[in-house]
């Protein structure tokens, strides 16, 4: 299930987001992606497998950004023996840490010239309290400040991009989070799910905060946020511990879309022609937990411009990245 990728925008009016027309959209209406070039994060199982597997499938350049090499190489072989035309690269990267992230930037730029679309996918769910190699609380450095990090350092290459977009995964737990910023390592008081849950809120809020920033600098690059509902991925069982495990691994799992139909909203915000930056999109279902995928809201709170000013600026602190955006027209 993936719980961990749920989101809700709002457009700048405040108004109530429209059903997409095609109510029901499928991967197969994805529109030809030859000569487009792709970064996913996680990409080797559950929603970053089934993304990649779908845009190699219409002609994209998939690079699969993985933190275990072995299990990417594996996973391309998987897709390559479906699509043998399948073009696909296998790259490190650990998101937790982050001279890994700047090191996988710095390769990518010495061989491409261009990025076209970065899905910030990856992330973890409700582990045990840890710290990543710099200090930060695993979640919090792993599903933010490694794609806020990554974002910022291929900016560049999005700008040169065709169509370039940045679509980042959140999950409907953005709307029970919020900010620790006096204590967002856990050191005084840790809960995984709420923690989890902070995570999330910051991939939403950090969505639409660089929606903004790209918007005012007049970039022709879009950040658009996407969640997949109730999605059966590895997510539930590789980190979770006690009930929560035993709750989204094995009770509630039979409920759960298989990933195929819960990458539907990324591939969406991918791909689709007629997305604007600062859209979410998510499944359209009961509660947003299954379906096609639509239009949904964001958070008022995950909009507040306040809040996205202090979590910038936290991680730009933190990751000691700073966004080079082009100077507005």
Known sequence: MALGN??????TGGNVCHMMENQRWTAEQISDQADRVFVVTGANSGLGLATTRALARKGGHVILAVRDEAKGHRAAAEITSEQP?????????????????????????????RLDVLVNNAG???PPRSLSAQGHESQFACNHLGHFALTGLLLDLLTDGNDPRVVTVSSTNHRQGHLHFDDLSGRRTYSPMGFYNQSKFAN????WELHRRLTAAGSPVRSLLAHPGYTSTNLQTSAPVGMVKVLFGRILAPLAQRPEQGALPQLYAA????????EFIGPDGFAELRGGPTRVRL?????????GRRLWE????????????PPAA
Request: glycine fraction near 4%; charge should be negative; charged fraction near 25%.
């Open 85 to 113: 035309d399948a073009v696909l690269e296998v790259r490190r990267l650990d998101l937790a840490d982050l001279a890994s992230v700047r090191a996988f930037a710095d390769r990518l730029r010495a061989d491409h010239p």
């Open 204 to 207: 939403a809020v950090f969505g």
């Open 271 to 278: 791909t689709a022609p007629d997305v604007k930056g600062g």
């Open 314 to 325: 936290v991680s730009e602190q933190f990751t000691d990245v700073r966004f080079l955006f």
């Open 299 to 307: 958070s008022t709170a995950a909009a507040d411009p306040r809040t």
């Open 124 to 126: 973890v769910m409700a």
């Open 6 to 11: 749920s989101l809700t925008l709002s457009d």
